[in-house]
């Protein structure tokens, strides 16, 4: 039972315009939300992240929005260069109430988007 | 400041035989994760450690799979005996604390075929 979805595998798009990948998940405990970065041979590296206390976080060209009726969220990419061509995952986790711990955090299946010049 | 360290970077074996990765994390980090993943999914979480204790083994196969992270630094993955389906890469990732806005560094990982 896959709780985070990434639905497209893949997404192209021209360089300059704007990228968005999409996630839903369905576990309404999640309350903190992260996308990371993955290049071939490499580990993912973090790249913004949204807590359920927000709709919107913004990172220079990189913005994340929340969703948290619809459980989706979105990260978009404006403009697109072509050094974004990477995998990108979604990720969830659960915070505890008392403490401010943290599981460890739930992937996609992860989006591999390719920025066409 | 250093990366968190992995090795070996490949590895393949036969099924039924045993193997072991090795993660080094960044120093002062005091989380540790073991994540598996498979072609054309994303990584799952196998253990969690908080220094040298257990946080979260709940999808570690107890069966083949063990860890541990003894001076609360280092960790070492185990498989034993390999399957086929193990073929994998297996990440291992630190944060400084346990804290939700803590983020994960992750190595490069371990690319493990089993034949």
């Known amino acids: 039972d896959q709780q985070v979805k990434q639905n497209s595998p893949s997404l192209s798009v021209q360089e300059g315009r704007i990228s968005i990948l999409n996630c839903d998940y369905t576990n309404s405990m999640f309350d903190y939300f992260l996308w990371y970065k993955k290049y071939p041979a490499e580990g993912p590296t973090f790249l913004i992240s949204?807590?359920?206390?927000?709709d919107k976080n913004e990172d220079g060209r990189f913005t994340v929005f929340l969703n948290k009726s619809a459980k989706h969220l979105s990260l978009h990419i404006v403009p697109s260069q072509p050094g974004d061509s990477a995998v990108y995952f979604c990720a969830a986790s659960i915070t505890f109430n008392s403490g401010g711990g943290a599981d460890g955090l739930t992937f996609g299946k992860g989006t591999h988007l390719i920025i066409q010049p | 400041e250093a990366g968190v360290a992995q090795s070996p970077r490949y590895k393949i074996i036969e099924k039924r035989q045993s193997v072991a990765f090795w993660c080094n994390p960044i120093s002062g980090h005091a989380t540790l994760y073991w994540y598996q993943q498979i072609l054309g999914q994303g990584p799952k979480l196998l253990i969690q450690?908080?220094?040298?204790?257990?946080?979260?083994d709940s999808q570690l196969p107890k069966d083949r799979f063990s860890a541990e992270r003894l001076k609360g630094v280092d960790s070492t993955l185990k498989i034993q005996p390999a399957k086929l389906e193990d073929s994998a890469v297996y990440l291992c990732a630190s944060s400084l604390v346990n804290l939700w806005y803590e983020k994960l560094f992750f190595g490069s990982g371990t690319q493990l075929s089993v034949l």
């Open positions: 450690f908080q220094n040298n204790g257990v946080v979260d």
């Open positions: 949204i807590s359920s206390i927000k």
